[in-house]
């Protein structure tokens, strides 16, 4: 009971010393764990990875899924369990867990951009859909330890740091404040739950599927069969194959030796494959017997780019617009009628993709698109095949879900950490 009361103490005056903070209310070290066990059911579901070996003994062969790690997030570290202080690191692996960075496209410049050279605590947290100038200065006002920019502030190669290109001055500046920038952009996109998810639940409740969908990485990208005469001579192969691979873990699985010897299995990288293929041939059996497989990465069932709703409750172009209007908080939306349609036709089918999403929607069959932004001919095109498009201007698309991240976020920390959504954030453009 002491030990609680001075737990308790502590965080009372680590929170009267804070610049910027949230009115929430003290919990103890049980409620805090018990809080995030709650949270835990909003995390995106993943299909766990079923075990691994990096042993050549092993006998069975895995597909690696993104997985999320429920146990630290239910009661964080030890530490932070009871201090309720959180570093960088412990924020990053939340953040890890929420929307894993391997969601994001290939393209895509994801995850910690700026990491500050002293580590502290994490306080503050301000969630921005693009880093300006203006959000910079918000981020200093408030003692900003994390700046959590939707849209990475760095994207392309950079061979100096100079203040008169801005993002570079912005990444300058940060560094002097200690400010750490992390982006998930696409990962938040693709994620089930995401970005999309909430875009496409504007229109109402529907039959929801990905228009793009998202696979799993890290497994094995070719498969090996092969026959040896016995178990001397698949040791001896396997050694062999085992320098092929680099290092990197190899595995196998033999059904048992009967008259016409060992039939083996074994997964291997790209890099790996020549030079497993290679060794194979220079043994009698296996290159007798060998057959090659091209393994395909497993689908993330929920996740991925764009999402296409058959509602369960059909509506006017009219009313779309205005659903969309209240769902984004605009005054203003851009308004293409596809081919043959008026404001009174019905929308049954709606596609949607956050952002500039025409590469996403291209082709789709649906009687509305809505995204940020289309070119004039890619606009022409889907009122030409009669779907009429709803344009919201880029940043538009995205922003509104930076407030239902904020909660999602804000219910996996301990109170120590306050999660803020910039004020000076907002879309460059607007109509005058």
Not at 38 to 62: C, D, E, G, T
Not at 166 to 177: G, T
Not at 181 to 203: A, C, E, M, Q, R
Not at 404 to 429: C, H, I
């Amino acid at each position: 009971m002491l030990t609680g009361c001075r737990n308790l103490l502590w965080t009372f005056l680590s929170f009267t010393n804070r610049r910027y903070w949230s009115s929430k209310y003290l919990n103890s070290h049980t409620a805090l764990c018990s809080s995030a066990l709650a949270a835990s059911s909003i995390l995106p579901s993943f299909p766990l990875p079923s075990k691994s070996y990096s042993s050549l003994k092993s006998r069975q062969i895995s597909l690696h899924y993104p997985s999320v790690h429920l146990s630290s997030t239910r009661c964080l570290s030890s530490s932070t369990c009871h201090t309720g202080l959180m570093e960088l690191k412990d924020i990053l692996q939340v953040l890890e867990q929420l929307a894993p960075l391997s969601l994001a496209e290939s393209w895509d410049n994801v995850g910690l951009l700026v990491e500050p050279s002293k580590c502290r605590p994490v306080t503050t947290i301000l969630l921005t859909n693009d880093l300006t100038d203006t959000v910079m200065e918000e981020a200093v006002a408030v003692s900003c330890d994390l700046i959590i920019s939707y849209h990475p502030p760095l994207f392309r190669p950079i061979k100096r740091l100079v203040q008169k290109d801005w993002k570079q001055r912005l990444a300058i500046r940060a560094v002097e404040a200690g400010i750490a920038i992390f982006s998930p952009h696409t990962s938040w996109d693709s994620v089930k739950g995401g970005v999309n998810d909430w875009l496409v639940g504007g229109l109402g409740r529907g039959q929801v599927s990905v228009l793009s969908q998202a696979f799993g990485g890290a497994s094995p990208n070719h498969k090996l069969e092969f026959m040896v005469r016995s178990t001397e001579e698949l040791n001896a192969v396997m050694e062999e194959l085992k320098a092929c691979d680099g290092g990197t873990t190899l595995q196998y699985s033999g059904s048992s030796a009967d008259n016409s010897g060992v039939r083996v299995s074994i997964t291997c990288s790209d890099s790996a494959l020549t030079p497993s293929v290679h060794t194979l041939l220079q043994h009698s059996s296996p290159s007798q017997s060998l057959s090659i497989l091209k393994l395909e990465k497993p689908p993330l069932p929920g996740h991925g780019q764009g999402r296409l709703s058959v509602l369960d409750q059909p509506v006017t172009v009219a009313t779309a617009i205005q659903k969309m209007k209240s769902h984004l908080g605009l005054s203003h939306l851009r308004l293409a009628l596809g081919s043959g349609k008026t404001l009174e036709s019905s929308v049954c089918v709606v596609a949607v993709c956050a952002g500039s999403g025409a590469s996403v929607l291209s082709g789709v069959k649906a009687d509305l698109y809505i995204t940020g932004e289309m070119s004039h001919h890619e606009v022409l095109d889907a009122v030409a095949n009669g779907t009429s498009v709803i344009l919201s201007d880029h940043s538009n698309s995205e922003r509104g879900f930076l407030a239902v991240f904020r909660e999602r976020l804000a219910a996996t920390l301990p109170d120590s950490v306050t999660v803020v959504v910039s004020k000076a954030d907002r879309d460059p453009l607007e109509v005058v």
